[in-house]
């Protein structure tokens, strides 16, 4: 049985970078399901939940999910979930544009007092020091937010994760950008496309191609700025189209504001008169 539960383990993996959300919803929900059935707790199958649930936008749910866990569980550790919920709570914070509470959470998953080590701790933080970066950027401190993104993009080339290799220089390339620094965000971006070029990850796609496209924009380049948010639209619209029509997950996807920023570029562009159905 535990074999079995931690071969699902390492599918659950696959699923989630491959983009098979829908897959990946149905294993987790079937897993569960025998889990109790076996009289074990299914803590794995609420930890890659709540993973899935961070990679579709869906924080505040990832959040709760998490909560869960960490009130209820008393045989096994908590330290992922409450790391997830951190990560979570972060990114909820940045979106309300409360810059000082989503340091101070990004900044806990860090601190090794707050958060000790656990299993896959180092994605966990690589994730908070590029939320970090994020959170810097977006309050308008771009000094902090080149070191934070410098010390990302070390990090994560120090692995072997393509999905952390292509954010690294996505994010980079944001940067550059709140600098005018056009030559080394066109650089980054580049070397973040060939990532996404070379790999099947579409999780880390999408947001590159978002970004080719705003510095292509900037660059008055709006045939190829259009060409890449398309592309990027394209992947989004596969990662939703993998979950059932009717999946709760696959309309907070869609709902997420980042998401809901990217899709509004192709209504700004239809021609007048023009509607989709």
Same mark, same amino acid.
Not at 17 to 26: E, I, N, V, W, Y
Not at 98 to 106: C, G, I, M, S
Not at 188 to 194: F, Q, V, W, Y
């Given at each position: 049985?535990?074999?079995?539960?931690?071969?699902?383990?390492?599918?659950?993996?696959?699923?989630?970078?491959?983009?098979?959300?829908?897959?990946?919803?149905?294993?987790?929900?079937?897993?569960?399901?025998?889990?109790?059935?076996?009289?074990?707790?299914?803590?794995?199958?609420?930890?890659?939940?709540?993973?899935?649930?961070?990679?579709?936008?869906?924080?505040?749910?990832?959040?709760?999910?998490?909560?869960?866990?960490?009130?209820?569980?008393?045989?096994?550790?908590?330290?992922?979930?409450?790391?997830?919920?951190?990560?979570?709570?972060?990114?909820?914070?940045?979106?309300?544009?409360?810059?000082?509470?989503?340091?101070?959470?990004?900044?806990?998953?860090?601190?090794?007092?707050?958060?000790?080590?656990?299993?896959?701790?180092?994605?966990?933080?690589?994730?908070?020091?590029?939320?970090?970066?994020?959170?810097?950027?977006?309050?308008?401190?771009?000094?902090? *937010?080149? %070191? $934070?993104?410098? &010390?990302? @993009?070390?990090? +994560?080339?120090?692995?072997?994760?393509? =999905?952390?290799? /292509?954010?690294?220089?996505?994010?980079?390339?944001?940067?550059?950008?709140?600098?005018?620094?056009?030559?080394?965000?066109?650089?980054?971006?580049?070397?973040?496309?060939?990532?996404?070029?070379?790999?099947?990850?579409?999780?880390?796609?999408?947001?590159?191609?978002?970004?080719?496209?705003?510095?292509?924009?900037?660059?008055?380049?709006? *045939?190829? %700025? $259009?060409?890449? &948010?398309? @592309?990027?639209? +394209?992947?989004?619209?596969?990662?939703? =189209?993998?979950? /059932?029509?009717?999946?709760?997950?696959?309309?907070?996807?869609?709902?997420?504001?980042?998401?809901?920023?990217?899709?509004?570029?192709?209504?700004?562009?239809?021609?007048?008169?023009?509607?989709?159905?």
């Amino acid at each position: 049985m535990m074999a079995h539960f931690f071969a699902l383990s390492g599918k659950t993996l696959a699923l989630l970078h491959a983009g098979r959300f829908g897959d990946l919803m149905t294993l987790l929900r079937d897993g569960r399901e025998m889990a109790e059935r076996n009289g074990i707790e299914p803590w794995m199958f609420i930890f890659r939940e709540a993973w899935l649930r961070t990679a579709v936008l869906d924080f505040e749910g990832a959040r709760r999910l998490c909560e869960t866990v960490t009130r209820a569980s008393t045989e096994y550790p908590t330290g992922q979930p409450e790391t997830i919920a951190r990560l979570a709570t972060g990114y909820a914070e940045l979106e309300q544009k409360n810059y000082p509470a989503a340091l101070a959470v990004f900044a806990q998953v860090l601190d090794p007092e707050i958060t000790p080590k656990f299993f896959l701790h180092w994605y966990w933080r690589l994730n908070a020091r590029l939320g970090l970066a994020n959170a810097w950027l977006a309050s308008g401190n771009i000094r902090n *937010a080149r %070191a $934070e993104a410098d &010390r990302f @993009r070390e990090a +994560a080339l120090s692995t072997d994760e393509p =999905n952390l290799h /292509a954010l690294a220089w996505e994010v980079g390339s944001r940067v550059a950008m709140a600098e005018k620094d056009w030559k080394g965000a066109e650089d980054r971006i580049e070397k973040g496309l060939a990532v996404v070029n070379r790999f099947e990850i579409p999780t880390a796609a999408w947001p590159v191609h978002s970004t080719r496209s705003d510095l292509y924009r900037r660059l008055k380049n709006a *045939a190829a %700025a $259009e060409r890449h &948010r398309a @592309r990027a639209e +394209a992947i989004v619209d596969a990662l939703a =189209n993998s979950f /059932a029509p009717d999946e709760p997950l696959r309309h907070a996807f869609l709902a997420a504001a980042p998401i809901r920023r990217l899709r509004s570029g192709s209504a700004a562009r239809r021609p007048r008169g023009e509607h989709t159905h």
